[in-house]
């Protein structure tokens, strides 16, 4: 019996390899123990809507109608690819199609990373253990939100320039797809760059100068094609200012997703980073010029930028090898015994992929069922998170209180999503992105500096969605100047005494 | 031959000196910002006035009669010995001067181990951007200068390693950081035993154990000197009670650097590992100990950044010096060697920086008025320290219970003899968790503020004028604004009135 399913083993070549059945475990795990994890980020619901706009419209909305504080030249609406695929699979599958859509990303993203380790020789014993750290760094930013795309896009560009040139021919057109998916495509231009460079260094030849460089032709033919096709969207090369401003202004936000990281309560790359400092320290030889440049690019980056710490997370893969192969070496004995065990098992590098896919059909296609049926089992395993106000957001619906609002920075998208923008918002992460003064005033308000009330003043807001232990909401309840019209545990909306006299309705 | 004595200064004391010059001419408003200067020169006070050690408090309401050890003690009296001589000038023109012999000593050691060149960048571009982060008059720079002395003994561990004990006997009467004096000893021990692992190489134990006693033996005397201070092994469990969630949560030093803004703490980090990936196979086990255990430790507060980069220079000189850069042009040319050296004394550097030091302590006593002016200008207390304030509190107290922010009450306890009982000070570990947490509740307006204010009968308030908490109250026909200046506001609870009224 097992000598007769060896054979047909050995016939057909679709057992996956480790990578793809990584994959495909981690992307199952992932939707059904961790699956509502992945919608409790308010901006996921902006993202919704947008998306859903574009369908229905296909053009791109106007986000002067979804907030009070914009004008309509504030906001572009970058990575309207990832937005037209979140509507797309909220529009057919509900939540669950969302769920389904991100936790597939986070599957093929480990996927393709198990995959840069069987590159680099890295053998499953250890590129396990690997993975699964990677997975821990990555964890509390896994939500379901078009960065993921970029994360995924960066690490096949980076596979691809770890694969000697063999598939290098494709980098356009990803670049051409990441541009149209996240604002984070500048991650594919730079590890470019410095393969580039430190191919160049490496072989520096002084004596033969330009045919070091020379030797790159390749590369730099296609980096120009890479810069090339950037212009393949909506806003054509101007997205390129679009992006570095955008950058920038996120930054300058208070928002902890874009402040550097608290390596305080941060354990897992404090421990990450203590590890990977000793294990430099072990090595027997320096790192390759291309290594040490990404090395200093991925620490520049996650340093400075909490939600940059995955660009660690794949690019120093190559340098966990380096500090991994005394061990590697010492598993070696073992593995080879485990493989003549084996005897010549084949396992296909594409079958944990399609099958990937194909269980991603079936739970859209269960999720599309679930949605039209009456018992909407499968949806009912991804609510909207119950971080969101949902209970005084019925009271809202049912009062609609006149004028403007003022909301906390994180409900402003679930706002926009439940009210399908007929209630502007005063802020949300991500169409106030670029937009300073609101955010500082925002903050101002927030933190109760002096004039608070009179920037609510500015902007005619009557009413106030707040969590109910938020200092602001004690401190206008005793400036006798708000009243507390609606309260619960989470949430209180606040409503002038006296409204101001231009008051809009939030239906209009 | 004919014998000349060498007195030029050799490249650290010169750096030494340097460094002094230049902080006292731009850090002096740096290195009082923080209020706790205050409070240990008057508890210093308080120990040569009553000649007996601090062992309850005696300036709270809150923690009233607490057991307190004051375990900086000996700290606290030199500091209010030089306050008494010639005021805050004084005090942190000599914990100047002990800064810059950190950094002559610093640069002498790097210097043993590599070349001038590659300790002074070591020196110039890690350790003092990173001290820095924590330059401040207060006693961690006793643990700053007596760390480094400690790293010097233990790389030269030659028969000077035997002062190491009577080092942290002294130390562990002047400041908690004693620890890290364990610590290097440790790492030390750990790398010895490592780069000579018993077993390989035909070394036995016995063997190891005879090679390495002198320093197995200073480490344990080590461990029994650090008890030699009147509260024993207190300073073990004062570092763990301030790093509770809530204290490195709130408390600016003990937060993680925020690498975003302090760009230059980020490059120094980036700098670290980088060194550490071209300086593979080279290192030895005591640097691959120490350095990633002193930078998980740079990782989690601020104020360990300092202590980090001051303790791998070392290394970060050495790994400097090595490197060789295969760029595809050459950017230095071999210096020439031949001719007679330049003949340069360690000890002249240090010596012309106690002149200066011991020139300026003159002009702070005996105060001439143009030196006055400058001592003001270069030596003040921040701004948001009201003499005003003062003034009115010193006519009458406007009331029993206060509750005041938390830097005033240190300025409190300076300023006022004797004080107004306050809510809280500096001193956040005598105050522990709870009192700690109350503060920052009513702080920041936080659910609980009315009942906190309200268990501890709060009548009166002092905190900066544009502080929510001022407004908040104002707001209230309960309190009434007594006092108000640009900084500052104190309000009054009504008599007979609750806070919630």
């Known amino acids: ?508 | 031959m004919k014998f000349r004595p060498a007195f030029l200064p050799d490249p650290a004391g010169l750096y030494g000196l340097i460094t002094f010059l230049f902080l006292v001419r731009f850090a002096g408003p740096k290195a009082l910002v923080d209020g706790d200067t205050l409070w240990h020169i008057k508890i210093g006070q308080t120990i040569i006035e009553t000649g007996k050690l601090v062992s309850t408090d005696g300036y709270s309401h809150t923690a009233a009669g607490k057991e307190w050890l004051a375990h900086e003690w000996l700290s606290e009296v030199v500091m209010a010995a030089f306050y008494n001589l010639g005021g805050l000038p004084v005090v942190t023109i000599s914990f100047f001067l002990l800064v810059s012999l950190t950094f002559n000593y610093l640069y002498f050691t790097a210097q043993k181990e590599s070349g001038a060149w590659s300790s002074f960048t070591a020196v110039s571009l890690a350790v003092a951007p990173m001290a820095l982060t924590h330059l401040l008059a207060r006693p961690h720079i006793f643990t700053w200068f007596l760390g480094a002395v400690t790293l010097h003994l233990l790389i030269c561990n030659d028969k000077k390693l035997w002062i190491l004990p009577l080092l942290i006997a002294l130390w562990s009467n002047l400041h908690g950081g004693v620890l890290l004096g364990l610590l290097l000893q440790g790492g030390f021990i750990a790398g010895k035993l490592l780069n000579n692992w018993p077993g390989m190489q035909g070394h036995s134990w016995l063997a190891w154990l005879q090679n390495e006693r002198r320093i197995l033996i200073v480490m344990t005397t080590s461990i029994v000197a650090m008890g030699f201070n009147p509260f024993g092994y207190y300073p073990f469990s004062f570092n763990e009670a301030v790093s509770a969630d809530i204290f490195s949560q709130t408390i600016g030093e003990w937060k993680p650097a925020d690498f975003q803004s302090m760009w230059y703490v980020r490059a120094w980090f980036i700098w670290i590992f980088i060194m550490a990936a071209y300086h593979a196979g080279r290192t030895d086990w005591t640097w691959r100990l120490l350095v990633p255990a002193l930078m998980w430790q740079a990782m989690i507060h601020v104020r360990h950044i300092s202590i980090a980069a001051m303790f791998v220079v070392p290394w970060l000189a050495q790994t400097l010096h090595r490197v060789r850069v295969p760029l595809p042009f050459s950017i230095m040319k071999k210096a020439d060697s031949s001719g007679e050296q330049l003949r340069l004394s360690c000890w002249t550097g240090p010596l012309l920086t106690f002149l200066v030091y011991l020139f300026l302590v003159g002009a702070c006593i005996i105060a001439p008025p143009s030196w006055q002016n400058f001592a003001e200008d270069r030596f003040p207390l921040p701004d948001n320290f009201s003499q005003k304030a003062i003034n009115f509190i010193a006519e009458e107290t406007p009331g029993k219970k206060l509750f005041n922010e938390y830097s005033w009450g240190d300025y409190l306890i300076y300023a006022l003899d004797p004080p107004p009982p306050i809510f809280i000070d500096g001193r956040a570990d005598m105050y522990g968790e709870t009192i700690f947490n109350d503060y920052v509740t009513v702080s920041m307006l936080r659910e609980g503020t009315d009942a906190v204010l309200e268990q501890y009968d709060i009548d009166w308030v002092l905190f900066p004028k544009d502080h929510p908490l001022v407004r908040f109250l104002g707001n209230r026909p309960s309190w009434r604004t007594v006092f108000t200046d640009e900084t500052t506001a104190i309000l009054v609870l009504n008599k007979g009135q609750k806070t919630d009224d």
């Open chain 1, 1 to 508: 019996m097992i000598d007769s399913l060896t054979i047909a083993l050995k016939r057909k070549s679709w057992v996956p390899m480790p990578s793809g059945m990584f994959g495909l475990c981690l992307m199952l795990i992932f939707l059904f123990t961790q699956g509502s994890k992945l919608l409790v980020d308010g901006n996921t619901y902006t993202h919704l809507f947008i998306g859903q706009w574009i369908i229905e419209h296909l053009d791109f909305p106007n986000t002067s109608l979804l907030s009070h504080t914009l004008t309509e030249s504030t906001v572009t609406i970058q990575g309207w690819g990832a937005d037209v695929l979140m509507g797309l699979a909220y529009r057919h599958c509900g939540l669950a199609g969302v769920a389904i859509l991100y936790s597939l990303l986070i599957g093929l993203l480990f996927m393709v990373l198990f995959r840069v380790l069987e590159t680099l020789d890295i053998g499953p014993w250890i590129a396990i253990p690997m993975m699964t750290g990677t997975l821990l760094l990555l964890y509390p930013m896994l939500v379901a939100q078009p960065y993921v795309f970029s994360w995924l896009l960066g690490s096949l560009t980076f596979l691809v320039l770890c694969t000697n040139r063999r598939y290098l021919w494709t980098l356009p057109l990803i670049m051409l797809c990441w541009v149209n998916l996240h604002d984070g495509f500048a991650l594919g231009i730079a590890l470019q760059l410095i393969f580039i460079i430190g191919r160049i260094l490496e072989k520096w030849d002084t004596t033969h100068r330009f045919d070091t460089i020379w030797n790159q032709k390749r590369e730099l033919v296609i980096l120009f094609l890479s810069l090339a096709v950037i212009g393949g969207n909506p806003y054509g090369y101007g997205i390129l200012q679009i992006s570095f401003d955008s950058s920038l202004a996120s930054l300058a936000l208070n928002d902890p997703a874009w402040k550097s990281p608290n390596l305080s309560t941060f354990l897992v790359f404090r421990l990450y980073l203590a590890i990977l400092l000793f294990g430099l320290l072990l090595r027997k030889t320096s790192l390759r010029w291309t290594h040490l440049l990404l090395l200093l690019f991925s620490l520049e980056a996650a340093l400075s930028c909490r939600s940059h710490v995955f660009v660690v997370a794949i690019v120093l893969l190559p340098i966990w090898r380096d500090i991994l192969e005394p061990l590697q070496n010492r598993l070696s004995k073992f593995t080879e015994r485990l493989k003549r065990g084996a005897g010549d098992l084949r396992l296909s590098a594409w079958s944990g992929l399609l099958f990937t896919l194909c269980l991603t059909l079936l739970l859209l296609i269960s999720a599309r069922v679930s949605l039209r049926g009456e018992e909407q089992l499968l949806q009912s395993f991804f609510p909207v998170s119950r971080h969101f106000p949902q209970q005084a957001w019925s009271y809202i619906m049912e009062q609609r209180p006149p004028g403007q609002i003022f909301n906390e920075y994180n409900w402003g998208a679930y706002l926009v999503y439940q009210s399908h923008g007929t209630v502007p918002v005063f802020i949300d992460g991500l169409l106030h992105r670029n937009a300073d003064k609101v955010n500082q005033d925002y903050h101002k308000i927030v933190g109760l500096k002096a004039g608070c009330e009179d920037i609510l003043d500015e902007y005619d807001v009557n009413w106030i969605l707040f969590p109910t232990q938020a200092p602001l909401v004690r401190y206008l309840l005793v400036s006798g100047e708000w009243h507390s019209a609606y309260q619960d545990n989470q949430a209180t909306v606040l409503q002038r005494i006296t409204p101001l006299d231009s008051p809009a309705s939030p239906s209009s």
